[in-house]
């Protein structure tokens, strides 16, 4: 079967640096993906790494190691609008998604 | 481009009764999948649908069913509800043709409350 594990709440301050890592056991492993989801609205796509390393998109990076079957999603210069909830979700056998429970994560003034 | 939008967007029901849930996925997308989500469970697989046919299913009991019809619309079918059966229903939409480069585009849920 498959299991992701992520940490199920983070609080950090205004301005901080976080990072949400997302260790997973997969067979057939295709990719890793994040996905934010505010309260009471639909999941949204942040980012895909397929290969090992850091994939920046503004203020969010995310990193995959294949080896360590191991990801994180990296969020710069927090604000108060990215208090949410963060998915990683593995992709494997091709078409098949995995979602992890999530993080809920508190920013702080 | 319009959003995948889904009804109804709340619904009770008893203990027993059954219901359909609908999704109409974005313009040109083919790929339908459905998720439960229910607190601390995150989102959980429940099926995917291309071109009218199931091509993945999770592992959930037969009483969760669904279809796709012909202009890519979807249907998630539950017989006999349980209260356990109460969460969110998220459906996502994709082009199709590979889910693991596909970028999934959700829809708002349909909240199902079961007495």
């Known amino acids: 079967g498959q299991s992701l594990e992520q940490p199920s709440e983070v609080t950090a301050v205004e301005g901080a640096i976080v990072q949400i890592n997302c260790t997973y056991q997969?067979?057939?492993?295709?990719?890793l993906s994040w996905y934010q989801q505010h309260d009471g609205g639909a999941p949204t796509f942040l980012s895909y790494?397929?290969?090992?390393g850091l994939e920046e998109t503004g203020r969010f990076s995310s990193f995959l190691s294949r080896s360590d079957s191991y990801g994180y999603l990296l969020l710069q210069e927090l604000q108060m609008k990215d208090s949410a909830s963060y998915f990683c979700a593995v992709i494997y056998n091709f078409n098949k998604f995995y979602f992890g429970s999530g993080t809920k994560l508190n920013v702080k003034p | 481009k319009a959003g995948v939008t889904q009804t109804p967007r709340y619904l009770i029901k008893t203990r027993g009764q059954q219901v359909t849930l609908s999704c109409s996925p974005i313009?040109?997308?083919?790929?339908v999948s459905w998720y439960q989500q229910t607190p601390g469970q995150g989102l959980q697989f429940l099926f995917e649908y291309f071109s009218e046919t199931q091509r993945n299913k999770g592992n959930f009991p037969g009483r969760f069913s669904g279809r796709q019809f012909s202009n890519s619309r979807s249907e998630m079918n539950v017989s006999t509800l349980e209260l356990g059966d109460s969460a969110l229903y998220l459906c996502?939409?994709?082009?199709?043709?590979?889910?693991?480069?596909?970028?999934?585009?959700f829809g708002p849920g349909t909240r199902l409350t079961v007495l």
């Open positions: 313009s040109g997308h083919r790929s």
């Open positions: 790494n397929a290969l090992d």
């Open positions: 997969t067979s057939g492993f295709y990719g």
């Open positions: 996502a939409s994709s082009p199709g043709q590979a889910l693991s480069t596909d970028t999934q585009y």
